[in-house]
């Protein structure tokens, strides 16, 4: 991924503070900037190859909203090679874990008129991580011996929680796992042409309200994630 005589540079994005934390305390050479709305920390990483590469990453905030606006920020304004989103989910697959990893094979929006929102650029009801970025990741998640599955996560903006909208939001979208962002990430970064690929490591089991939820310590689960981020990056 490093271009010849420039450094490549990724972006990486998060909804909360926990979600980026691990990955801002690896890099070398920090900065960190006000703009857009957000606070924009940049730095660098000497791959196993011995290359750098730059990081530019930040913290969106919770909503596909945020997460577009973040993600079209980064883009224009640090031309990354690649957008990696790093996260946590809720799990909706009974044969998954808490701490299990799920790819964003595929992201579907929740509660959204596809027909409609397809056609406008790019066209497409769906979204995609980039499969030469799965393959490193998954690479990433062997030798760690992690859990993992390459799978369907749903993006809406609220958190899920309970019987009744669990089942709703399978039946919507046949989704593994369910969180707030990675549909508008992968949205914004095929409009601009930009391979990006969505992690989520699991949280909960879609069955805490998040009054609740909110009070849970989930660094864990967010570390496995920004973890992830940081082995991929190392295999650039
Ligand atoms: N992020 C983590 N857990 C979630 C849930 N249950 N619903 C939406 N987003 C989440």
């Given at each position: 991924?490093?271009?010849?005589n420039r ?6 994005l ?7 934390d691990?990955l801002?305390?690896h890099?070398s ?5 006000k703009?857009a709305g ?10 196993n190859?011995g290359?750098?590469v730059r990081v ?9 909203v945020?997460a ?9 304004k640090y031309?990354?090679v690649a957008?990696l989103?790093s996260?946590?989910a809720g ?11 799920v790819?964003?094979?595929?992201l579907?929006y929740?509660?959204?008129?596809m027909e409609l929102i397809?056609?406008?650029?790019p066209?497409?009801k769906e979204y995609h991580s980039?499969?030469?970025l ?8 062997e030798?760690?011996g ?6 369907v996560i749903a993006?809406?903006?609220h958190f899920v929680a309970g019987d009744?909208?669990t089942?709703s939001v ?11 962002e ?8 095929l409009?601009?042409k ?10 909960d089991?879609a069955d805490?309200?998040y009054?609740?939820f909110?009070?849970f310590d ?6 496995t994630a920004s973890?992830l ?5 190392k295999r650039?």
């Open positions: 991924m490093t271009t010849e450094i490549a540079t990724i972006a990486v998060g909804a909360l503070d926990e979600e980026i691990l801002a305390r890099l050479d920090v900065k960190n900037v703009e957000l606070t924009v920390t940049t730095g660098t990483v000497v791959t190859r290359n750098t530019v990453a930040t913290v969106a905030g919770m909503g596909t945020a577009a606006a973040a993600t079209q920020h980064l883009i224009t031309s990354p957008v989103f996260g946590i799990s909706l697959n009974k044969d998954l874990h808490i701490d299990d990893v790819l964003g094979g595929t579907r929740l509660d959204s008129d397809s056609a406008s650029n066209e497409v980039d499969p030469r799965i393959r490193i990741a998954e690479q990433a998640l030798e760690q992690t859990k993992y599955i390459i799978g993006s809406g903006n009744e909208l089942a399978k039946e919507q979208t046949g989704a593994d796992a369910v969180e707030m990675g549909a508008a990430v992968l949205h914004v970064a409009k601009n930009v391979p990006a690929l969505v992690i989520r490591a699991l949280s089991n805490t309200e009054e609740s909110r009070h989930i660094s864990r689960f967010a570390d973890e981020v940081l082995a991929i990056l650039m």
